[in-house]
């Protein structure tokens, strides 16, 4: 019986110095569910694709772009109708910044967006790599998370980072003067600044819609390109429908509807009525999609 023990005991302590051998020798220890997939880790991951870095680059150079389009467009056209944005633009660093978000609002931002949303889970399961996060093991619900995470993080970057590119191209090309509305109220520089940053934070609740419905259709197809251009149709579709005015009362609950509320911050007086609305209306749409996202992806049976 003794020796029997004691020839147990060498099997375990041989079994733990096998352990540590291979620990020792760069082996790694077991996985463990709740720190798998750490945000940085995506981060970086994020970070290092050539898609990433092509739409930071494409936010950084659409100042550059507008100022080039000023530059070589002709002067006065003879127009008699009184100021309107595209007039006002040059006219300060500030007036140039909000010009830039009104024409990149309705398009270039929800298709950044939609782009990093969209391309969270489907891009993994085009790749055939989803089933092998999943046996790591990744939770499927930690997954989703964290990919979600740094999603938001890099399109709340690259819309707050249009506003700041605009304000410092618009200072070098046209000086630090006061921000003009088209109803003629002006705003000091600094005031106007921080109405600008109020509008692009406005436009992140906002456009968060287009992220929950991006991440939705990314847990429901193997193709990133259908999960973004999804998304970005709904969009489009949502803006054609809220023109016709004969819908009356029915286009406030568009999720488009309130897309250029932040307008009103370029009164002296804000009006903050619209502005709420369309960030309780486009929260309420995120939450839907991105609560069924979460439910479809914990069923879903992964092939890929």
């Known amino acids: 019986m003794t020796d029997r023990t004691a020839s147990d ?58 100022l080039a389009a000023f530059s070589l467009g002709g002067g006065d056209d003879g127009r008699a109708s009184g100021p ?27 298709v950044l967006v939609a782009l990093f949303f969209g391309d969270t889970v489907a891009a993994e399961a085009s790749w055939s790599s989803l089933r092998y996060l999943l046996a790591v093991p990744v939770p499927r619900a930690r997954l989703l998370r964290q990919k979600a995470i740094v999603a938001g993080l890099l399109s709340v970057a690259a819309l707050l980072l249009l506003p700041v590119a605009s304000l410092v191209v618009g200072a070098v090309a046209y000086g630090t003067g006061d921000l003009v509305s ?33 991440l939705l259709l990314s847990v429901s197809t193997d193709a990133p390109l259908g999960a973004v251009g999804g998304a970005v149709m709904a969009s489009i579709v949502s803006q054609i429908i809220d023109q016709i005015e004969d819908l009356g009362i029915i286009r406030n ?13 370029l009164a002296n007086d804000a009006d903050w009525a619209d502005m709420t609305y369309g960030a309780f209306s486009a929260i309420c749409y995120a939450t839907v999609f991105m609560g069924a996202a979460a439910w479809h992806f914990s069923r879903k049976d992964i092939t890929s």
């Open 84 to 110: 309107n944005l595209v007039d006002l633009a040059s006219g300060s660093a500030a007036n140039f910044a909000v010009f830039t978000l009104f024409a990149s609002a309705s398009f270039l931002l929800v």
């Open 182 to 214: 088209p109803l003629g109220e002006s705003l000091p520089f600094w005031t106007a600044v921080g109405r600008v940053m109020l509008g692009a934070l406005f436009l992140v609740v906002q456009l968060s819609w287009v992220a929950g419905l991006a």
């Open 9 to 66: 005991e060498r099997q375990l302590s041989t079994r733990r110095g096998h352990v540590g051998d291979l620990v020792a020798g760069g082996a790694a220890p077991p996985a463990v569910p709740g720190r798998t997939l750490p945000l940085r880790t995506e981060l970086a991951r994020q970070l290092g694709r050539r898609r990433t870095q092509v739409v930071f680059a494409l936010v950084l150079a659409m100042p550059l772009i507008l």
């Open 253 to 265: 609950f568009l999720p488009t509807h309130y897309g250029d509320a932040w307008s009103a911050l």
